[in-house]
């Protein structure tokens, strides 16, 4: 089992549209949680930070459930520009891993 | 500001042969990773360095070494390439010491292609 998943997709959604990608991890030691953007298999840059608490950066909400090892991403009034592969990040005494990502297409 | 460097950008390699893809970064980070990311998939940890003259073995070590050199290099080599290992690789660090300092900053990336 990987330590961390997630749906591949593609997710194909209208811009306009709210969508929601989901990661899990099986490591319960896991400190840290983020979610990076990567495009067209260039470098991935880090889209935000993942706290307990929740958070949110502008148009995007990630969450984070620890008692079930879970992470979201939700991305409201989708543009043509977030269109990308978003990555799961888990991280835990500096080893650092990535979900295998989620492909999201925004149509016009 | 150069941030992390990667060299090569591109490499096309016979299998058997041997070669080092060479990292540095200019940011004083302590922790340093190789990554490796094949068509349709994320990124796969190869090796890490938590700090200078430390490494430890990510999720598909097999087929690789690494050495840090200092704390500004890290370098992974391939002792005898295969095709399984065409890949476009990264290199990334972190300075790695809180929740805060946990962004990865990465080199633009290797294209390996092992005839």
């Given at each position: 089992r990987k330590e961390v998943e997630q749906d591949p997709g593609p997710f194909n959604v209208p811009e306009g549209a709210t969508v929601a990608f989901n990661c899990t991890y099986?490591?319960?030691?896991?400190?840290s949680f983020f979610w990076y953007r990567q495009d067209c298999r260039k470098e991935p840059k880090l889209l935000m930070s993942v706290y307990s608490s929740g958070n949110e950066d502008g148009r995007f909400t990630a969450q984070l459930n620890r008692a079930s090892q879970y992470i979201s991403l939700l991305i409201r009034?989708?543009?043509?520009?977030?269109?990308a592969t978003y990555l799961c990040v888990v991280s835990w005494a500096s080893k650092i891993i990535f979900g295998s990502g989620t492909r999201l297409s925004i149509r016009p | 500001n150069a941030g992390v460097t990667q060299t090569p950008k591109f490499q096309v390699l016979k299998t058997g042969q041997s070669m080092t893809l060479q990292c540095a970064q200019?940011?004083?980070?302590?922790s340093m990773y190789w990554y490796r990311q094949d068509p349709g998939m994320g990124l796969r940890l190869i090796y890490y360095s938590a700090s200078e003259g430390t490494t430890d073995k990510g999720e598909v070590p097999n087929g690789y070494n690494v050495s840090r050199?200092?704390?500004r290099e890290f370098s992974l080599r391939l002792e005898s390439a295969a095709p399984s290992q065409t890949s476009v690789y990264f290199c990334a660090s972190s300075e790695f010491g809180g929740p805060t300092n946990e962004k990865l900053f990465f080199g633009s990336g290797t294209q390996l292609s092992v005839l």
């Open positions: 099986s490591n319960s030691a896991s400190q009034d989708s543009k043509l520009s977030d269109s | 200019d940011m004083n980070h302590n050199l200092n704390k």
